[in-house]
């Protein structure tokens, strides 16, 4: 790992988070979201699709109907259905017509929210990651090329609307999830959303500070 490096060091055993944790404010769950590890489960079939899981470091929030910037404002459609349903689903969109985004939806059911994961900190399956976005690992640099940005993390992971979208995060049993490993997040700071037009004044993105995984470089406002 890069030597400035938060996260770094041997993972151990990750626990699935329950469905109530995404039951809550986005703002909530993002910033709660940092530290906590997303998983692909591997094929123990097959060496080349061994288990990838990486570091939340980047995220963010999405408030719901009322946030223009959200999927959700124009309501309950066949493509934003997940994001309505319960809570801790993914929710998978194809965007600029070559990457996919990784959300997870939060709130009661009925009531739309969610996070968009928008960058990670590789910490298994390494080779595998860089088998998927196509490239070589020749020093730690190019470690960085791997999941910093929210279509490459989605790349890295073989992440596909098709494949992953409702599916439940809160459980190994869809080959996604999002776990705690018992990390706790040190340095979060918020900024403004990137990326966007509409709504991007909202300090609505949340970083952990100084990590170089970090998919884009704004002034914390908190």
């Known amino acids: 790992m890069p030597k400035s490096s938060q996260t770094s060091g041997h993972i151990r055993q990750i626990r699935p ?19 906590k590890v997303l998983v692909r489960a591997g094929d123990s079939r097959a060496i080349e699709t061994r288990r990838r899981s990486a570091r939340i470091v980047e995220v963010e929030a999405y408030l719901g109907a009322e946030d223009p910037a959200a999927h959700a404002a124009v309501g ?27 959300n997870v939806s939060c709130e009661p059911e009925g009531r739309a929210g969610s996070v968009l994961i928008r960058a990670l900190e590789p910490l298994s399956g390494v080779e595998e990651m860089a ?5 070589e690992i020749g020093g730690p640099k190019d470690l960085l090329k791997l999941t ?26 869809g080959g ?7 990390y706790r997040a040190k340095g ?13 004044d ?21």
């Open 17 to 35: 988070l329950e469905r109530a944790f995404f039951s809550r404010d986005p703002r909530r769950v993002a910033r709660e979201l940092l530290g």
């Open 76 to 102: 309950n459609t066949a493509r934003t259905a997940v994001l309505f349903g319960p809570p801790g689903h993914a929710y998978v969109y194809f965007i600029y017509g070559n990457h996919y985004c990784l």
């Open 176 to 182: 996604l999830l999002i776990g705690d490993d018992g």
């Open 131 to 135: 088998r998927a976005r196509g490239i």
């Open 188 to 200: 979060i700071r918020t900024t403004c959303r990137i990326g966007i037009t509409k709504a991007a």
């Open 202 to 222: 909202k300090p609505l993105r949340y970083i952990l500070a100084g990590n170089p995984f970090v998919s884009g470089r704004r002034i914390s406002v908190t």
């Open 148 to 173: 910093s940005g929210p279509g490459r993390l989605a790349q890295a992971f073989d992440i596909t609307r098709a494949r992953d979208n409702g599916c439940e995060l809160t459980s190994s049993a």
